[in-house]
Every structure is written in structure tokens, then in C-alpha cells.
């Protein structure tokens, strides 16, 4: 069931499903977007970096997060545009293997003009030990019941 913008009250919360990141998913992600950094597909490369391991995109995590958010069903029939990013930060590397969910919770909810509101959530992706992998704002632009 899909919510409204009146539906998005402030300390909503939510949780998502939880998915684990594979090596086809760094390895399409680096086909779709010409992203061929070594240290996401060399692993001989990786391990004398940082991390000493390969490490998935950091953008392809915030894709497979937005991903996890639509699969709740929240807004599929509300949504009428994702608005925006704000104060986005990589704050762990999220490796192969690793299990990522999504925690949201809404911080601002601004009605507009025509039957639509923006609603602004503090957005972690959390790895298997609960650990941010990144954190962020985002806001969404959703239909309104009146």
C-alpha cells in the first residue's frame, strides 16, 4: 500500500529488506558507468590499497539502497519525483559478500502547491553488522490526498 505525504509523519520509520553484494553487481555496475577503477575490479591491485581487498563502488551501494527503499511499496503509486541528496558520505567500504539494509527515517515533510508535498528522510545503509556504509538525506516529492 502506498503512502501519501500526509502518511509521512515525522519519526516514521523504516526498514528495508536486506541484500548481499556480489561480484556481478561491481562488475555490471563497472560496465553501465565506465567506472573500470582498479580498485574495485583488480584484486591484485587492492591488496596493497586500503581496504587490502576489492571494494564495491560507492555509487552503485547508494543505487542498490534507492532499490531496497522502492521495494517497501511505500510510494509506487505516490511518488512523483526523487527531489534530491543532501550531506551524502561514504563512511565505510562495503566489500563482496557484504549485506547491506536500509534505514530511513523522515525528518521534514513541506507541502506544496497542487496535491504534492516534499518529504526529507535521514537515509543510513547499514552493512551486516549494523555499521553505516553511507549516510545520507534525501527527499522525495510524493501526491497528497487533497
Not at 28 to 52: C, R, T
Not at 111 to 119: A, E
Request: no cysteine.
Amino acid at each position: 500500500m502506498s503512502l501519501y505525504f500526509e502518511d509521512f509523519t515525522l519519526g516514521h520509520k523504516t526498514v528495508t529488506r536486506s541484500r548481499t553484494i556480489t561480484e556481478a553487481d561491481i562488475v555490471n555496475f563497472a560496465g553501465l558507468s565506465g567506472d573500470f577503477v582498479e580498485l574495485h575490479m583488480s584484486e591484485e591491485f587492492a591488496k596493497n590499497g586500503p581496504f587490502g581487498r576489492r571494494i564495491a563502488h560507492g555509487l552503485l551501494v547508494l543505487s542498490i539502497s534507492s532499490g531496497l527503499n522502492v521495494q517497501t511499496g511505500q510510494t509506487l503509486d505516490t511518488v512523483i519525483a526523487f527531489y534530491g541528496i543532501d550531506r551524502l558520505r561514504f563512511t565505510k567500504p562495503t566489500f563482496i559478500g557484504d549485506t547491506i539494509r536500509v534505514e530511513k527515517e523522515v525528518i521534514a515533510a513541506d507541502r506544496k502547491d497542487g496535491g504534492r508535498g516534499v518529504v526529507t528522510f535521514n537515509t543510513q545503509v547499514l552493512n551486516q553488522n549494523g555499521e553505516p556504509v553511507i549516510v545520507y538525506q534525501d527527499k522525495l516529492m510524493v501526491k497528497a490526498r487533497s
